[in-house]
């Protein structure tokens, strides 16, 4: 289930990488209690679109537009019980309106655009390497992850696999800079094969690492 957020425009400059500020509006909402904050993610949220380039960062001048997906529908209802306490984020966003979307119907393949980097690391020996959509490994170890999750979830893990869409010639890698911490992430489609169940799973809780803080999600 997807919920889709229009916001007011903002009344000061959004940086570029913002998606710390879109994480603490959500476990704000979520409340300081809540089981999510440190469990596997099975959610994930897209980056705030409808901006343009202003003055070193990004302005809404018609309000923004950002989604938050989950498998878990309690985790939806919580976040807009929150919201409805309190639909403040930062530089002047707030959420003016919610519509929910159900998952869609999916076949067996699908082909998706991403809403925000798709980051994959791994830990090699004392330090953490991050892979990108050029390495061959990457398709391993984002289908590793799904799996991770699926199984989490309580759900059948078989035969499904995911990848990076290579023939997609405009893919590129951008240096995402969350709480000082520099990650090398993947702009690139995503190909997700399984049953329906599996890529609508997918399509909620999106792909890589770090789904629960902005990286992964698929439009």
Known sequence: MRLHLSLTRNNSIVPFDHIPTLAGALHKWLGPENPWHHNVSLYSFSWLMGGTKHNGGLSFESG?????????????????????????????????SITIQEDPTFSTRQSFLVAGPVLVKRRLGDRIHHFVYMDEESDKLLTETLITKLRSAGLDSEGVRVAFDRNYTSSKTKIVSYNGIQNRASLCPIIVEGTPEQIAFAWNVGVGNSTGIGFGALN
């Open 64 to 96: 923004a537009r950002w989604f938050i997906s989950s498998f878990d529908p309690h985790l939806l209802k919580t976040l807009i019980s929150g919201i409805q306490k309190d639909p403040t984020i930062n530089y002047g966003l707030a959420v003016r």
